[in-house]
């Protein structure tokens, strides 16, 4: 047998960084020694949304799901003795990307390296943080005009840099049908686009090079045909646009480049084992069809629903995909879905019934116009419900969690509070204190960096403007500025942004027909609110600190209004003192607290002293989110009543457990009503 020629595996990264930039650093060696090809860099919440690490909304979040860069002297520690010119980086920053940027080609051009040469990604994508993962920090037209000029910026100094990756990831992981994350992805690059073709900055003739660049970021779900399928169609569309909207003539510039990070909102608490085979399945959507395969592939840990995952668990993710291209003989041969009528018929139904989403987004006015209106939001909160309503009707089955859930003792997870990495709590303290080192010393020796005020002024200046804000952005990287500093100075010329929730606007996704679960926590929640002489019993939900991820506190909150409640949610990002103050002002009857980040150890306490203090024993509160079983039981002896986390996936049983919570915090007897 002739030996065939093997297709060059994608890039394999994982994506990882945490508590100090030495820390990751030293992580990212290693996974480049173990055969990674690729890095992919995760910051902390507050670099994503540009804070300092001693800001008060940081509290609790410095270093949890990524690693906090402040300054060029955290960029320089991250990349230390890794030559930038000959790796390939991807950078998840968007709302801060250019400023991420510049601090990164700084650092590349202190090790010598030529920035014609540097290859990588910047997700860069505003608009999927308007609707699903909440690290937005300016309005919508100012946050076009980030992303275009850093487009503009990387065209003519940066050829070989990925300026931009149109991310529908998390648009699936807030609900999105393949139609919808086809639709909503394909209108954000058009926006963009448009923006940089109506700016000027780059020539007609250049406009191929700016298609060239635009790489897309997808989220590959468990049902293999149409996650497949959804890729296939995917590249057709975005072929189309390009060549009719924008007359991009080179087949090249016009070809879909995609990286995929594997699904993570299917993966279960419960069970955590069978997480291996899904993540399996999800890799071979991306990789097994030659013609629509995935430039890059990172996929989750197994253990990811749990916490954090080691540096092991990262090692078994990569060590997947190097068995599947390098023992497998997949890249030896050509696409082995082509001609299959199946597939095809599949992908017709997605490309038309994208096209059809897309011309409704336009006739709209566009993607910013439709984050604007709330369009977007409302529609992926409703899918979204659709599907947790399935999945409780047992329509939908996860293994597991509603289907055969018995199961042997599991030793992965024998020992929990091993199982996962957790985070030095004294590494927040660490970091702040280099952080006001680094601000006392950074004009002194050895850095001897010009004072950044004049640099902010001049930022400050060009954003009131019109001119490219990247060689202002690289001065204040240059000065020594910090991300806060940086975020801070345009905050003023900018403003910021409170995204739409999305939750009034829902439609009801459970019925709630006499005799149904829903009816009967409806009767408690009546009789409940006439016991406590009311006429309806009012519900908070809150998220606390900088976790964006609201979609679980969105469904609570939908399924709370559907059962009667009165719901106060005011959306993401506030201080346990805002928590507090709104639900005194509202007097509500109980507090809902998501944290999904790793920082419910710090703010759920404080919002119960908080309410201790103000008087308010008798407000019950409730937690969720990725909460370890040892922080639970701090949390539950700390005084919250209920703790939930992934696993509990029946939310009108939850909703039934917070009434119970109620009664109890008001001495009412409970309730004979079933639920």
């Known amino acids: 047998m002739t030996e065939r020629q093997k297709d060059r595996p994608w890039l394999m990264r994982t994506y990882a960084g945490h508590s100090t930039a030495e820390a990751s650093n030293e992580l990212y060696r290693r996974n480049l020694a173990k055969g990674q090809t690729g890095l992919s860099v995760a910051f902390d919440l507050p670099t994503q949304t540009g804070y300092d690490s001693d800001h008060i909304l940081a509290r609790g979040e410095v270093g949890r799901v990524g690693v906090p860069i402040a300054h060029v002297g955290d960029m320089r520690r991250l990349f230390q003795d890794i030559p930038l010119e000959q790796m390939n980086t991807s950078m998840t920053i968007n709302a801060t990307a250019m400023w991420l940027l510049a601090l990164y080609q700084v650092v590349a051009e202190e090790q010598g390296a030529d920035i014609t040469q540097l290859q990588g990604t910047t997700q860069n994508d505003i608009v999927k943080e308007y609707l699903s993962r909440g690290t937005h920090v300016f309005p919508p037209a100012p946050s076009l005009r980030l992303t275009t000029d850093m487009i503009a910026y990387t065209v003519s100094h940066m050829p070989k840099w990925n300026p931009i990756n149109i991310c529908s990831y998390h648009l699936q992981e807030a609900g999105a049908t393949p139609v919808q994350e086809i639709a909503y992805a394909m209108s954000t690059a058009i926006a963009v686009l448009d923006a940089v073709r109506d700016s000027g900055q780059v020539p007609q003739e250049r406009m191929g090079d700016v298609v ?18 959804k890729m296939r169609a995917f590249g057709r569309i975005w072929d189309r646009i390009t060549r009719e909207r924008y007359g991009i003539e080179n087949p090249k510039h016009r070809r879909f480049r995609y990286g995929v990070q594997v699904n993570s909102l299917g993966l279960t608490e419960a069970q955590p084992e069978n997480n291996v085979q899904r993540i399996v399945l999800e890799m071979l959507a991306v990789t097994l069809s030659k013609d629509a395969r995935a430039r890059a592939v990172q996929l989750p840990a197994w253990n990811e629903a749990l916490g954090l995952p080691r540096p092991w668990d990262q090692q078994w993710s990569l060590r997947i995909q190097q068995v599947l291209a390098y023992e497998s003989d997949l890249l030896e041969y050509g696409d082995i879905f082509e001609g299959s009528k199946v597939i095809e018929a599949k992908v017709d139904e997605l490309v038309e019934a994208a096209f059809a989403e897309i011309d409704r987004i336009q006739e709209m006015g566009g993607a910013m116009a439709a984050v604007e209106s709330g369009y977007l939001k409302s529609q992926l909160v409703a899918s979204h419900a659709e599907r947790r309503g399935r999945i409780e009707s047992g329509q939908e089955k996860i293994i597991g969690v509603n289907a055969f859930e018995g199961t042997e003792p599991n030793p992965l997870t024998a020992d929990l509070d091993t199982a996962i990495q957790t985070v030095d709590p004294e590494v927040e303290a660490r970091v702040i204190a280099a952080l006001q080192q680094w601000r006392d010393s950074r004009y002194q020796p050895p850095f001897n960096h010009p004072r950044p005020c ?9 954003a009131r403007g019109t001119e ?14 910090t991300t806060g500093e940086w975020a801070g100075a345009l905050r003023e010329v900018f403003g910021e942004f409170r995204a739409p929730t999305g939750v009034s606007s829902a439609p009801v996704a459970v019925p709630a027909e006499e005799g149904s679960t829903l009816a009967l926590v409806r009767r408690k929640v009546d009789l409940t609110a006439k016991d406590l002489g009311v006429g309806k019993l009012r519900f908070l939900v809150g998220k606390p600190g900088l976790d964006g991820h609201s979609n679980g506190a969105e469904q609570i909150a939908v399924r709370a209004r559907d059962a009667g409640f009165e719901v106060v949610y005011q959306g993401i990002r506030l201080t346990p003192e805002q928590i507090v103050d709104a639900a005194l002002a509202e007097d509500v009857h109980a507090v809902g607290l998501s944290i999904l980040s790793g920082s419910h150890a710090q703010l759920v306490p404080d919002v119960l002293e908080r309410l201790r203090v103000a008087g308010a024993t008798d407000i019950p509160v409730i937690a969720g ?18 703790v939930f986390t992934p696993k509990d996936f029946d939310i009108t049983g939850i909703i039934g457990r917070i009434v119970d919570e109620i009664r109890k915090a008001n001495k009412l007897d409970p309730l ?3 639920a």
């Open 212 to 229: 060239g660049r635009i790489s897309f970021f997808v989220n590959a779900g468990v049902r293999f045909i149409e996650e497949m399928c």
């Open 672 to 674: 004979e009503v079933s």
């Open 625 to 642: 989110g990725i909460i370890p079983n040892g922080d639970a039981e701090q949390l539950r002896a700390a005084g919250v009543a209920a």
């Open 454 to 462: 004049k640099a902010l002024e001049r930022l400050k200046e060009a």
């Open 468 to 481: 490219n804000l990247m060689e202002a952005t690289l001065e204040c990287a240059r000065a020594g500025a």
